[in-house]
């Protein structure tokens, strides 16, 4: 019988963490509910960096997905009343099979992956972590500079954007 | 050789021929245990502290019956709390409303894992190379307890307090965020430990080399924004008595209530003790002359010193209004915090350490 090690155990754990979670949310009725297992959900993805050795990743994935995009999700819920108040059945009977191309697709990104590297592991969790702040910071402002760029300025055109449609609109005459 | 719980820990484990491999959990377990009881006694001390400064404030004498001077107040306050009954709303959101104070509190008793009460390891529980990150984001997990405990109280006041105490939360992390970054560019490390060795020295023999000396703005940044994350006046709108009875946690009684109240007290002690970290120098003294007195003692003064001006204005604020609350984050502190950004970025370019 092989033996598992303690990391493959974490994984295991983990990994029942996220299914199990992200299952309740798509099927609980009660839609606040929903959203507690989301954000556990995003914690046990930042358990998988973890035990990835990458803290750095971990700790942003706290900080935006549940510190800001839960906690989002949670205040517009709290201001439409009507779907706080009722439970609602979340699957809609003719759109069953829309979800699988979704997922053959993740599935042969990965699969590739997985092929292209012979089936080696991808990163080194044997060793001791090493920072890696210093080098995603390189990484971004070299090798990827232009995506990293790119990606701001698709932030900064978003914020842009949603200021301007929340934004009173002045020159119309009140009505 | 200096004492260290690993090396008693090792040292016992070895005279009763326990496996090696046992003494690094059990370290962390005893270590969990012994931060647990430092933040019950903090706090039980801060609302004493609390109590008696408000006093003093007021011109009021404060507790003064229960023990001398009243130093066994709260420990009667705490132990009334745990004989009270745990009354469950009918109409509440059952097990929403049990885990919303283990959310509250957990995150707040995390962040003592990377807060260095003195020089060398065996004075932080974990020195983490991300540690000012780990904070802002462990930090930002509170949030979902209280809006939590404000939707499955299933109470209109607990709903509105926990709506503003979200909306506040959110605003003043940023803040509070990026006032954290400019020790961090100084510095050039996020360990905490780093940071704090970051601001050894004197200058002109006389002034410590803190990061206060051209963070000054960064400062009050911090402080403003701390004072709204551990909602305390002018700042807690979200728990404003005299128009929500008591906000979020309305409905709360007996033992989940005293853990809002611990999360709440033991988060005074942790921006306090972060402000120390980043701004005045952690455990250093000030001057190297005084480094007879032990780094621990130099660490709690400068965090009990900060505690003490945030209860001042505490007593002698008056609360500010929603809206001025939100505009005052978003239109001076976010941009006041960037602009500081800035300025750090050419402090730490034209003079460099």
Known sequence: ?175 | MQITLTGIIRLVFERLHIPANWVAPTVMLVASVIVLFFILFVVLYLIYGLRKIMGWIQARIGPNRVGPYGLAQTIADALKLLAKEDIMPAMADKWPFIIAPIIVFVPAYMVYLVIPFGKGGSWVAQDLSIGVLYISAILSIPIIGIITAGWASNNKWSLLGSFRAAAQLVSYEVPLALAMIPPVMLAGSMSLQGIVHAQQGVWFGIFPKWFLATQILGFAIYMMAALAESNLIPFDIMEAESELVAGFNTEYSGMKFALFFLAEFAGMFTVSAIAATLFLGGWLPIHPALSFIPPVFWFLGKTLVLIFVLMWIRSTLPRVRVDQLMSFGWKVLIPLALLNIVWTGAVVLFFPR
């Open chain 1, 1 to 175: 019988m092989p033996t598992i090690t303690l990391q493959q155990f974490m994984f295991g754990a983990i990994a029942l963490v996220i299914l199990g979670s992200a299952i309740l949310v798509a099927t609980l009725r009660n839609i606040f509910h929903c959203l507690l297992f989301l954000a556990l959900s995003f914690l046990g993805v930042a358990g998988v960096y973890l035990l990835l050795s990458a803290d750095f990743l971990a700790a942003v994935q706290v900080l935006v997905y549940i510190g800001a995009i839960t906690v989002l999700m949670m205040f517009a819920l709290m201001m439409t009343h009507r779907v706080m108040t009722t439970d609602i059945s979340q699957s809609l009977t003719q759109w069953w099979l829309a979800p699988l191309p979704i997922a053959l697709g993740i599935f042969a990104v990965l699969f590739r992956v997985y092929v292209r590297h012979g089936g080696q592991a991808l990163v080194d969790t044997k060793h001791h972590a090493v920072p890696t702040t210093g080098i995603i910071g390189q990484a971004l402002l070299t090798r990827y500079m232009l995506p990293f760029e790119l990606a701001s300025i698709l932030l900064l055109v978003a914020m842009v954007g949603a200021i301007i449609l929340a934004k009173e609109d002045k020159s119309d005459d009140p009505a």
